[in-house]
């Protein structure tokens, strides 16, 4: 029933922010219980979660990207945003958004993932 959709660019250079948007149909963003996450996957490397924006706009971050990340949302448009600033080569991954229930460690709905490269 849901579905999560991300869009943004494809390549990005060094040193700039990268911002990708996921699109929600099929429910709410705003439906109590629920974390709107980012989760990316380097090649060749384990999936690696990002940060997430709760359904009462709280935000959480992976220490790893504490200083350089941001999570908003439109509800308007029931879409979450991600922006990653400074980016470098070790960014490149291909990047997920996904859905997971509160206190669950497991993700039920994830969007298909979009590739970006990071490169001169």
Known sequence: QVQLQESGPGLVKPSQTLVL???V?????TTNGFCWS?????????????????????TIYNPTF?????VVRDTSKNQFTLQLNSVTPEDT?????ARRMIRHYEYDYWGQGIQVTVSS
């Open 21 to 23: 948007t996921c699109s």
């Open 25 to 29: 149909s099929g429910g709410q963003i």
């Open 38 to 58: 980012w989760v990316r996957q380097p090649p060749g490397k384990e999936l690696e979660w990002i940060g997430y924006i709760s359904y009462s706009g709280t």
């Open 66 to 70: 504490k200083n350089r990340t941001s």
């Open 93 to 97: 991954a291909v990047y997920f958004c």
